[in-house]
């Protein structure tokens, strides 16, 4: 692999739920003149999964009470409070803020919930335009924070078509030494290079990301990103 291209898939517009969300995306990349082709990653936000799946539920904003009671009824455990910020563990095993719960580009009295299984929403997107004759991955992304460090980025939370974790261990690198211990989470540097052109403002919920290596196409879940907790040095 020399070269990747990625760019936004435009003109998707609001998404309510019950929508086909692989032809919808797959219609607006025809008509943005950037149709989907064999071999790309299409990665689509959380927001507009969720909002398909109907997974919205009403909430008042400014009810901090209520929030953080959501919070806890979509966490399996609650990892650390500081003040109004709660990180939790989510049933799917994610590690983040607020249980992945989002109040932003959702109507007024609304919150978005995660998908109940991002990795089958991506296989069933990735079915959906198999159906059109497209052999495509797919990644379903959300912002996370990362721990020890500024700022947030884009992971994957569904994988479908895709190896999630590339597992280097046993092969040589440069100088010719075997490597150890090196697993890549190629899932989530898909997922946070799309977001380079989605934006958080700019109204582009889905990109594509063309040129990957053949390789890197196969049997993959975001499951197989989440540690194991006998591996967890931090639990």
């Not at 455990?77 to 109004?84: A, L, Y």
């Not at 198999?130 to 991955?137: K, S, T």
């Not at 479908?160 to 989470?185: F, K, N, P």
Request: proline share 4%.
């Amino acid at each position: 692999m020399t070269e990747l291209r990625i760019f936004p898939v435009a003109g998707i517009g609001e998404i309510r739920p019950d929508d086909d969300l692989a032809q919808i995306i797959a219609d607006a990349a025809e008509q943005a003149a950037t149709p989907l082709a064999d071999g790309d990653c299409l990665v689509v936000t959380q927001k507009i999964v969720s909002k398909a799946e109907g997974r919205l539920v009403a909430v008042d904003h400014d009810d901090l009470g209520a929030r953080a009671a959501l919070v806890e009824a979509e966490s399996a455990r609650i990892v650390r409070r500081r003040g109004d910020l709660i990180i939790s563990e989510t049933r799917h095993g994610f590690v983040c803020a607020n249980a992945g719960i989002d109040l932003s580009n959702v109507e007024l009295g609304y919150a978005a919930l995660l998908p109940l299984d991002p990795d089958f929403s991506a296989h069933r997107i990735r079915q959906r335009l198999g159906q059109r004759g497209l052999r495509v991955a797919v990644i379903i992304s959300d912002t996370f924070g990362r721990p020890w460090r500024t700022g947030v980025t884009d992971v994957a939370i569904g994988v479908s078509g895709l190896v999630a974790v590339l597992d280097l261990r046993g092969t040589a690198d440069a100088q010719g030494r075997i490597l150890q211990v090196t697993e890549v989470c190629l899932a989530d540097e898909v997922a946070s290079a799309a977001e380079l052109v989605m934006g958080k403002a700019l109204g582009h919920p889905a990109a594509v990301v063309r040129g990957l290596d053949p390789s890197f196409f196969g049997d993959g879940r975001a499951a197989d990103i989440v540690r194991p907790p006998a591996e967890d040095l931090f639990r």
